[in-house]
């Protein structure tokens, strides 16, 4: 069994930071891709940034230089640290994860619950 549990959402003014984390925990032997994706109301899910294992990073153009992605390895956790936030990044964000299990031995794609972001004064 592989989870992924965030934390990190919130309520935040415009031009706010707020820092989203996301751990993955279960039957992991390896992780590859991690990423970040949102959903806004009556849209559909999409991509926000990625980082592969070995540190390339991916963003979506309208975060470019807001947004950073990490992660840590050895913790199986990923970072989304969101800067100046705009009105228009209000949705709910999903951690990504793909995730070779020990139980399977097979590669998988998971996601965490989600957690909501909200941008306003």
């Known amino acids: 069994q592989v989870q992924l549990v965030e934390s990190g959402g919130g309520l935040v003014q415009p031009g706010g930071s707020l820092r989203l984390s996301c751990a993955a925990s279960g039957s992991i032997l390896r992780i590859n891709t991690m990423g970040w994706y949102l959903q806004a109301p009556g849209k559909q899910r999409e991509l926000v940034a990625g980082?592969?294992?070995?540190?390339?990073?991916d963003y979506e153009e309208s975060v470019k230089g807001r947004f950073t992605i990490s992660r840590d390895n050895a913790k199986n956790t990923v970072y989304l640290q969101m800067n100046s936030l705009k009105p228009e990044d209000t949705a709910v964000y999903y951690c990504h994860a793909q995730i070779l299990s020990s139980a399977t031995v097979t590669w998988n794609n998971y996601w965490g619950q989600g957690t909501q972001v909200t941008v306003s004064s």
């Open positions: 980082i592969a294992r070995g540190g390339n990073t």
